[in-house]
């Protein structure tokens, strides 16, 4: 069974930070996009940032680069979001997601963590 489990989320204040850890457990990820993205009610879920599980290059939107940092731990499988400088508007459910470059329908989500930036 493939999870991913999500962690670290909270109530911050603006401008503090905030780790986000992704637990993977079930398969070897390997050949996998992995992510973050966020949804804030009412709103589309939308990417946040992105590296590979083998490889070292990232993506981010431009909303969060200069603020978020995607990490990964292949020994622990284990994916990170170092968020620094939070924004009001960061506020949101944030999911972990695996997704095959090989096979597409090999895409699985975490069930999110709450960040909520208020002071």
């Known amino acids: 069974q493939v999870q991913l489990v999500e962690s670290g989320g909270g109530l911050v204040q603006p401008g503090g930070s905030l780790r986000l850890s992704c637990a993977a457990s079930?398969?070897?990820?390997?050949?996998?996009?992995l992510g973050w993205f966020r949804q804030a009610p009412g709103k589309e879920r939308e990417f946040v940032a992105s590296?590979?599980?083998?490889?070292?290059?990232?993506n981010y939107a431009g909303s969060v680069k200069g603020r978020f940092t995607i990490s990964k731990d292949n020994a622990k499988n284990t994916m990170d979001l170092q968020m620094n400088s939070l924004k009001p508007e960061d506020t949101a459910t944030y999911f972990c997601?695996?997704?095959?470059?090989?096979?597409?329908?090999?895409?699985?989500w975490g069930q999110g963590t709450q960040v909520t930036v208020s002071s």
């Open positions: 997601n695996a997704r095959s470059i090989w096979n597409t329908a090999n895409n699985y």
């Open positions: 079930g398969r070897t990820f390997s050949g996998y996009v």
């Open positions: 590296t590979m599980w083998s490889g070292g290059s990232t």
